[in-house]
């Protein structure tokens, strides 16, 4: 790059909120300090996270997946943190990877820490609005062993699923029983979560339609969160008696999230399928010096 304003986008998926950061050649070094600093929503642009564009086959930890997906996502928490999947974060990268013409309309492949993730973006609609987009989100692990959160001095029970990245999902009477969320709630045995987790609260609104709250590791409360979704719609699933293994058929709940809703279906093989909205607000540039970025040679 031969001056210091590197391209960037803002976008969002049920408010769940990112900066894109297109780096065809992975040429950009995105140190924890610069992530923090991009996604800091007073000294930088603001955000839940980073999505680097890298192609798969420029990354080291993407490039055994080239084959089978062009375009890795390079996910960052806002503290500047690593995390294996994002699947808000997903929807606004297949969105991005069309709009910007570097994948076909439709079906497409992404490789992401977690593995392999498909997705399908609908047409737009007939005011041009983006289309809804589901993403493949894999199979959620149940690991088993008890699991608690406490918030306020009140320690609830939880369900671990692993979606990829980690969750507690925890059921309660009403949203605000989830507190302020400033602080991450405590979850317990630390063992169960070497890596920390995210933490969900959730009530029913429904049959097979819940609302959740999270705290995101890494990033805080957040507006949404699509791995957050799929591992509450499994937690509510199973607490219902609604496995699609044992019913032979797919199970789909509608979830509501602070920012939208978001519909997850899963099926008897374990499949889980997520739809929802993915926006593009904003593009533009922003001074690396001042954001503390650096890059190696010239850059896509
Ligand atoms: N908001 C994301 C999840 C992002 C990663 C998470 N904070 C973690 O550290 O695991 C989503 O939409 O899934």
Redesign the pocket.
């Known amino acids: 790059m031969s001056t210091a304003q590197i391209p960037f986008l803002k976008g969002h ?1 049920t408010e ?1 909120d990112f900066v894109i950061i297109p780096d065809h050649e992975g040429r950009i070094e995105l140190s924890p300090a610069a992530v923090a600093r991009l996604c800091d929503r007073r000294a930088g642009i603001g955000a ?2 980073v999505l680097h564009v890298v192609r798969s086959a420029a990354h080291p930890e993407a490039h055994a997946m080239a084959a089978e997906a062009e375009w890795f996502m390079d ?1 960052r ?1 806002a503290d500047g ?1 690593i ?7 997903l929807r606004v990268f297949a969105h991005y990877l069309e709009r910007a013409g570097l994948a076909e309309p439709g079906d497409m492949t992404i490789a992401t820490r977690a593995g392999i993730r498909r997705a399908h973006v609908a047409k737009p609609g007939p005011d041009g609005e983006p289309g809804d987009i589901t993403t493949g989100m894999g199979r959620a692990l149940l690991p088993e062993g008890e699991v608690t959160v406490t918030v306020d001095g009140r320690t609830r029970p939880a369900r671990n699923v692993n979606m990829g ?2 969750h507690a999902v925890t059921f309660v009477d009403d949203l605000a029983d989830a507190g302020d969320l400033r602080t991450a709630p405590g979850v317990s045995p630390a063992s169960a979560y070497p890596d920390g987790t ?1 933490v969900e609260f959730v009530v029913d609104r429904g049959p097979r339609h819940v609302a959740l709250r999270v705290h ?4 805080g409360e ?1 507006r ?5 979704a799929c591992a509450v719609m499994v937690a509510t699933a199973r607490r219902d008696g609604a496995d699609p293994a044992v019913l032979g058929h797919p199970v789909t709940y509608t979830v509501d999230v602070p920012g939208g809703r978001l519909v997850i279906s899963e099926s008897p093989d374990g499949a889980i399928e997520m739809t929802g909205p993915a926006v593009i607000i904003a593009e533009g540039t922003f001074d690396a010096s001042r954001m503390g970025v650096s890059w190696t040679d010239a850059a896509a």
């Open positions: 998926g769940n839940d996270g996910y928490n943190s995390a294996e999947m994002c699947g808000n974060g990245n980690p995210n995101e590791r890494g990033s957040t949404s969160c699509g791995t957050g």
